[in-house]
């Protein structure tokens, strides 16, 4: 036996390159291919997976991707001579600009601490694939068709797992495994990594590491070489994730159709483009998937000229030239708005006006009702508004608040209930949402300002800084109310909210109730949009129930942010109708 040097130990043997996968130029033999399944193609509900290596003749892919579902994203993985593939039909095809990257099983290390917050486990339920595609949704992916990922979970070939939060047993990430031995018995035993995606607002740190390292760990176990995965050029955050973890960048690359889902990756993006925020890009992209071109004006302020043929709208956000300036000064006074929708029937709060030195009326109001809400009659964002004021000291500093953005204030009464948002597209109620204000939750080892700062860095980073909770005495005042000190630490898996009003600004959740929404609610959201005469409008309520009829009218948004309703289709209904000769039958 060949003596040991001091200082060396004895390795495993690595296991040789994958000869097909890693030489996207060269065709590999008989001997290599022996036993794989040839013309791959695997349905994973959101589009199709072709495995470039199976096929024979590049024009079986042609074939193969031209036969792509509408509203479906087809990807062609490891086709060889991928350039040569393209300009069999340049028209049609294009190379995806993204990296391949590559973790080798066999050198994978496990973390030596677990992360906190999060279980990974396997989906039990094809319930469970309807959140999966709320996930999609919310990260701006195609979702799929549960029925089809449900089918798929149930062989081997799939892994379907999803990240729970252990504090709320929320589903808050998933990701998707395809195990290529099993898929075409691939002599290389390679799998891959699709989908991971996690709750950007809710999500507890780590999420997505641990659902990538389960997944490996997996595959570890099951004896296969390696694991495979394709991200964008662009997405820093991701490519740190994958390098930590040991992933590597190797040669193979995506084909993918020239489809309206596809056309940022191939098509020159307009200037500025970047510089939008979430409401306003969520709009462009839209357009851009209709052919509708888009002028940036006025990135900050969130303006776009849109044309298609001979016909130009300008856009701020959601506000369009279709809302006239009367329907505008209806809604940004909300005391016009009062009287407007006391005359079409829907119901509104008791209220008062109040103006400096002037608080007789708004006195007496809270007297009889308890509490009251002070907010300026003109504004937005939530911005002035004290919810809950109850005695005449509270009045008097919620007034002064208020009248710092205008000189006149309503004060109208605290009616319980959840907050919520009815949009309302063209006349038909598009997508409802309760909103409820920001709230952290315990780990039993942070401070509740730790834990307000790193939840406020999280909504800022999944509303490119539309949201962020302040640290101020109006959240400290809050905290207080519900026995805590800012420096105190919570238990794991308490709630405590920290602020009052749901506003998104000010680091309020959304949550979609669509599908729950009581036909008198709606009818009534309906209804107010027609008394303004508006074609885009945000109706807020209060309401005991979301499925019930009960509800108070509380004002209307004429510019609703679009981009915090996912999965419903609310850029797409705007779009119609700006440009109703481009929707889709």
Not at 141 to 170: I, P, Q, S
Not at 293 to 309: I, K, N, P, Y
Not at 371 to 390: L, Y
Not at 475 to 500: F, H, K, L, S
Request: charged share 25%.
């Amino acid at each position: 036996m060949a003596p040991r040097l001091a200082g060396h130990r004895r390795r495993t043997a690595v296991a040789s390159t994958p000869a097909i996968t890693s030489r996207s130029w060269k065709k590999p033999s008989e001997h290599q291919l022996r036993g794989m399944a040839s013309d791959v193609v695997l349905d994973l509900g959101w589009g199709r997976l072709v495995f470039g290596q199976t096929f024979a003749d590049l024009r079986g892919i042609v074939h193969a991707l031209r036969a792509e579902e509408t509203g479906e994203r087809d990807i062609c993985i490891y086709p060889r001579d991928p350039h040569v593939l393209v300009g069999l039909a340049p028209d049609e095809l294009f190379i995806d600009p993204s990296y391949t990257y590559r973790l080798d099983l066999h050198r994978y290390r496990p973390r030596h601490d677990l992360i906190r917050g999060v279980f990974v486990r396997t989906v039990t339920s094809r319930a469970e694939m309807e959140a999966i595609n709320d996930i999609y949704a919310l990260n701006g992916m195609v979702v799929g068709d549960a029925d089809v990922m449900w089918d798929n979970h149930r062989t081997r070939c799939f892994t379907y797992l999803v990240a729970e939060d252990t504090r709320t047993g929320k589903i808050v990430g998933t990701v998707t495994g395809v195990d290529h031995a099993l898929a075409f018995d691939d002599p290389e035993g390679g799998t891959s990594l699709w989908c991971l995606a996690v709750h950007n607002q809710d999500a507890p740190p780590g999420a997505g590491e641990a659902l990538v390292r389960v997944l490996a760990e997996r595959y570890v176990g099951r004896g296969r070489s390696y694991l495979d995965l394709s991200v964008m050029h662009d997405n820093e955050g991701a490519i740190r994730l994958y390098r930590k973890l040991g992933f590597n960048r190797v040669s193979a690359v995506c084909v993918k159709r020239k489809n309206p889902i596809n056309t940022p990756l191939f098509a020159a993006r307009p200037p500025g483009l970047e510089d939008l925020n979430p409401y306003a890009l969520i709009i462009a992209e839209e357009a851009l998937r209709r052919g509708v071109r888009v002028e940036v004006t006025d990135a900050s302020w969130g303006e776009m000229r849109l044309s298609l043929g001979g016909r130009t709208v300008v856009t701020r956000e959601s506000l369009s030239e279709f809302t006239t300036a009367v329907a505008m000064s209806r809604c940004d006074d909300k005391r016009v708005t009062r009287r407007i929708m006391e005359r079409a029937g829907v119901r509104v709060a008791r209220g008062a006006l109040a103006c400096e030195g002037e608080l007789d009326e708004a006195a007496t109001l809270m007297r009889e009702v308890g509490q009251v809400v002070v907010k300026p009659a003109r504004g937005e964002q939530g911005r002035g508004i004290t919810v809950g004021v109850h005695d005449e000291e509270g009045l008097a500093r919620a007034v002064d608040v208020a009248l710092q953005f205008c000189p006149d204030v309503l004060v109208e009464e605290l009616v319980p209930g959840q907050d919520l948002r009815v949009v309302v597209i063209d006349r038909a109620v598009v997508a409802s949402a309760v909103r409820r204000p920001a709230e952290v939750v315990g780990d039993g080892r942070n401070s509740v300002t730790d834990l307000v700062r790193s939840t406020s860095r999280r909504r800022e980073r999944a509303t490119g800084g539309e949201s962020r909770i302040p640290l101020d005495g109006t959240t400290a005042e809050v905290v207080a109310d519900v026995g805590y000190g800012m420096d105190d630490v919570p238990p794991n898996g308490e709630r405590i909210q920290v602020r009052r009003t749901a506003n998104l600004h000010t680091g309020g959740t959304i949550e979609d109730v669509t599908d729950q929404l009581h036909p008198e609610i709606a009818a009534a959201a309906v209804r107010a949009a027609t008394a303004l005469d508006i074609p885009v409008t945000g109706i807020d309520f209060l309401v005991p129930d979301v499925a019930g009829p009960d509800y108070v009218f509380i004002e209307a948004n004429e510019r609703p942010g679009l981009a915090n309703h996912e999965p419903q289709p609310t850029a797409e209904r705007f779009v119609d109708l700006l440009f109703p000769e481009t929707r889709r039958r």
